[in-house]
Every structure is written in structure tokens, then in C-alpha cells.
């Protein structure tokens, strides 16, 4: 079956602009995580979803960072006024439930670039 | 809070050779232990996973590794290296109360023909 698919797979974009990046988790998965992964590091968790409502925000770094889940599928991580320390690969992953043993499978990343 | 180390940001073995990457957790209360491959630009693949069954888990591509709790380790291993083993590895831990993955920061394994 399909795997996590993010889009776009690269982004670049000047500071201070607005950006959006879209996950599409596995089919019937109910929860669904971002992370940030800079260079040479591990990924960072940002948030993480339970069905439509954020479960645990804490990773969002400020308020320029904001994420929706409106059905309970698809998610959109939103930046506000980037700045050039934003630039990272965002992942996205899916499990099944939000069991913390769960397996979380990760989708391809959306690498952003602000200049 | 928990936290992971990875000791050695990159490891060399010839091929054929024995693979140890090393993963040392910090968890107050028991840990889910994972370790993921990410290969140059695609996602992170699971290899293996500890959910508080056998302390020994065996993985794909013949990868295994063993949770030992008294050194809070979770070293992971491989008797022979071949050259698509060469990635990205990455260790991580969660817990009952923290669904997120804490990761470390990666161990880079080359292997030598």
C-alpha cells in the first residue's frame, strides 16, 4: 500500500514569507507526527496529532509554527515570517494508534531552504 | 525527560566485517527503544524495535539488537557488512507517557570494499 507522502518535496522561499507543507499519512492511521531534522542532526519532534485535535505541541518552537489536521487525515505544517534558521527537512509520520510502542513510518521529508 | 546518545558520529568497517553502532538512553521510567535507516534522500525506515518483550530483537537485513537495562544501552549490530549497509543509522526512545521519538543524532556507517 501507499507509504506517507509529503509534498512539495523541496521548497525554497525568501525570509519573512509564509510556507505550507503538506502530509498525506497511511490510510486509517490515527496519529500523525511532524519532526524537524537540521543537517547533521537527529529529527526534533515538533507535534503530534491524535485524530483532528493536537495531542502534544510542545516541539513547536513560537508561535510562527502552527499545524492543522481538520479531518483527521491530511496535515498542513504552517510557517509564518520564515526566517533562515527555519530551513531544515521537515518529516511527517503515521501510526497506526497512538500507542507509544507503535511503529511510526516516516514519509520522504519536504527539505526547506530560506534565503 | 529522556534523551539518547549515539557514540561515534561515523563508523568505517570493511566489508564482510562486524557492525556495532552504539546507542546509550537516558529514560525515567521504562523505555520503547527503536533504531531507523535513512538512506540519501528518503525517509526513515524502521530496522528493529524494543517494546519490553525479549531483551534480544531481531531486525531486517539481518540487523539485531540487545536492550540491556543495567547499562542502559541499546547497541545495535550485524556480523557482516555489505556495501548497501552503508546509511544513515539512527537510535531513538519513548515511553508510556511520551509518544513522540526522541532520536539521537545519527551515526554515519560507511562500509569499505
Known amino acids: 500500500g501507499a507509504g506517507v507522502s509529503q509534498t512539495p518535496s523541496n521548497k525554497v522561499t525568501e525570509k519573512g514569507k509564509y510556507v505550507e507543507l503538506r502530509c498525506d499519512p497511511i490510510s486509517g492511521h490515527t496519529a500523525l507526527y511532524w519532526y524537524r531534522q537540521s543537517l547533521g542532526q537527529g529529527p526534533e519532534f515538533l507535534i503530534y496529532?491524535?485524530?483532528?485535535?493536537?495531542?502534544?505541541d510542545s516541539g513547536l518552537p513560537n508561535d510562527r509554527f502552527f499545524a492543522v489536521r481538520p479531518e483527521g487525515s491530511v496535515s498542513t505544517l504552517k510557517i509564518q515570517r520564515t526566517e533562515r534558521g527555519d530551513s531544515a527537512v521537515y518529516l511527517c509520520?503515521?501510526?497506526?494508534?497512538?500507542?507509544?510502542?507503535?511503529?511510526?513510518?516516516f514519509g520522504p521529508g519536504t527539505r526547506l531552504t530560506v534565503l | 525527560a529522556q534523551s539518547v546518545t549515539q557514540l561515534g558520529s561515523h563508523v568505517s568497517v570493511s566489508e564482510g566485517a562486524l557492525v556495532l553502532l552504539r546507542c546509550n538512553y537516558s529514560s525515567s521510567v521504562p523505555p520503547y527503544l527503536f533504531w531507523y535507516v535513512q538512506y540519501p534522500n528518503q525517509g526513515l525506515q524502521l530496522l528493529l524495535k524494543y517494546t519490553s518483550a525479549a531483551t534480544l530483537v531481531k531486525g531486517i537485513n539481518g540487523f539485531e539488537a540487545e536492550f540491556k537495562k543495567s547499562e542502559t544501552s541499546f547497541h545495535l549490530t550485524k556480523p557482516s557488512a555489505h556495501m548497501s549497509d552503508a546509511a544513515e543509522y539512527f537510535c531513538?526512545?519513548?515511553?508510556?507517557?511520551?509518544?513522540?521519538?526522541?532520536f539521537g543524532s545519527g551515526t554515519q556507517l560507511t562500509v569499505l570494499p
Open positions: 496529532f491524535q485524530g483532528t485535535g493536537a495531542a502534544d
Open positions: 509520520a503515521s501510526s497506526p494508534d497512538p500507542k507509544s510502542s507503535d511503529t511510526q513510518y
Open positions: 531513538a526512545v519513548s515511553d508510556w507517557s511520551a509518544r513522540q521519538l526522541t
